[in-house]
Every structure is written in structure tokens, then in C-alpha cells.
């Protein structure tokens, strides 16, 4: 299966986020040093854009799977992603 541009950039994406949270974490600094201020929401900034990344390249993923005729997979996919997030849903509660 081969990986479609917007997955590159969300991984792209969130290694740039956890860099950037491990260098906060790394330097020790915290809540008044501008380090912290600026690294930390723009690490964390940068994670969340994966995110929303991983889930459009991940519908860009079922969609490339009914267009080439392979419902098997993308069944499998969709199956899979929904299991994720109601995992997810009922950890949060």
C-alpha cells in the first residue's frame, strides 16, 4: 500500500512536534521561561495537525480502496479505524 502525500506530511508533522516537546523537556525549563511558552502549544500544535493529518489520509485511504474496487480492504480499514476511536471514546469516560 503506498503511502499518499498527506500521511508523509503528518509524520513529517508529528516528528517536528515531539522534537520540539523533547527539547522543552530536555532543557528542564518551565511556566515563565519563553522557551516553554513558545515550544510547548508550538509542539503541541504541531501533534495535533498530525492528527487531523493521519485521519484525512486515512479516509483518502478508503476512498482509493472503493475506487480501485478492493472493498475487502477498505472494509478492513474502516473496521479497524472504528474500533480505534470507540477504544479511544471508552478510555476517555
Do not use: D
Amino acid at each position: 500500500m503506498k503511502k499518499n502525500i498527506i500521511y508523509k506530511f503528518a509524520m513529517i508533522s508529528a516528528v517536528i512536534g515531539l522534537i520540539m516537546i523533547f527539547i522543552v523537556i530536555l532543557s528542564g525549563t518551565a511556566y515563565p521561561h519563553m522557551l516553554f511558552r513558545i515550544g510547548t502549544p508550538l509542539g503541541l500544535a504541531f501533534i495535533f495537525a498530525s492528527v487531523i493529518l493521519l485521519f484525512i489520509s486515512w479516509l483518502w485511504e478508503i476512498r482509493n480502496g472503493i475506487k480501485r474496487k478492493q472493498y475487502v480492504q477498505a472494509i478492513v480499514i474502516a473496521i479497524l479505524g472504528l474500533v480505534v476511536i470507540i477504544q479511544t471514546i471508552i478510555k476517555i469516560r
